[in-house]
């Protein structure tokens, strides 16, 4: 069973939005920090966003303010709500849980 797989990317206008799943199938998801990672083409990934077990949330200060985590622990299901996209947000998105990652969802801000 693959432990991470990501869904909900496309291509979309500057200013858009898009909403990103994220299915886990680890049996300790509930106790599991969980994060948002993104690589763009010729760049290093990096951290988006993480939520930890009880909730708390952190982001990247490119994304805050336009980007929300959340999770929902009986689901196994972790998701980023992306808004106010700019073409510089265009990347590979990265589901994680401080042990697997996923094959990742593309994400395409067109200007």
């Known amino acids: 069973q693959v432990p991470l797989v990501e869904s909900g990317g496309g291509l979309v206008q500057a200013g858009g939005s898009l909403r990103l799943s994220c299915a886990a199938s680890?049996?300790?998801?509930?106790?599991?920090?969980m994060g948002w990672y993104r690589q763009a083409p010729g760049k290093q990934r990096e951290l988006v966003a993480t939520i930890a077990s009880g909730g708390d949330t952190n982001y990247a200060d490119s994304v805050k303010g336009r980007f929300t985590i959340s999770r929902d622990n009986a689901k196994k299901m972790v998701y980023l709500q992306m808004n106010s996209l700019k073409p510089e947000d265009t990347a590979v998105y990265y589901c994680?849980?401080?042990?697997?990652w996923g094959k990742g969802t593309l994400v395409t801000v067109s200007s």
């Open positions: 680890g049996m300790f998801f509930r106790f599991n920090s």
């Open positions: 994680n849980d401080m042990t697997y």
